[in-house]
């Protein structure tokens, strides 16, 4: 059973809407910072949005700044990624991943935990 499950992705076109989850454990939504991260066809992943584990801030790469929203719900042990006026650079899989400690929140080599991914194509 993997401790972080993503679902939500599909094919949309440009300028669409999708909102990704990414189902965990209580002790990862407690104690872990949760990550989405995506990987384009060609390219290496790149971090997408971060979730404070010390405070509950949010940080965005700059590429999806204004236009994604990530949230967590606690008590369902759930985190969110709201995607809103998607192009078709957006299109990759997109991943969860949690860390217990972390230095630089949108490094790949930090996480002790990946989700297996989500498909989000945006093509008209």
């Known amino acids: 059973q993997s401790e972080l499950v993503e679902s939500g992705g599909g094919m949309v076109q440009p300028g669409d809407s999708l909102k990704l989850s990414c189902s965990t454990t209580?002790?990862?939504?407690?104690?872990?910072?949760i990550t989405w991260f995506r990987q384009a066809p060609g390219k290496e992943r790149e971090g997408v949005s971060t979730i404070h584990k010390a405070n509950g801030t949010t940080d965005y790469a700059d590429s999806v700044k204004g236009r994604f929203i990530m949230s967590s719900d606690k008590p369902n042990k759930t985190v969110y990624l709201q995607m809103n006026n998607l192009n078709p650079e957006d299109t990759a899989v997109y991943y969860c991943?949690?860390?217990?400690?972390?230095?630089?929140?949108?490094?790949?080599?930090?996480?002790?935990?990946w989700g297996q991914g989500t498909q989000v194509t945006v093509s008209s």
């Open positions: 991943a949690a860390a217990w400690v972390l230095t630089s929140p949108f490094s790949t080599g930090e996480y002790d935990y």
């Open positions: 209580r002790t990862i939504m407690t104690y872990y910072q």
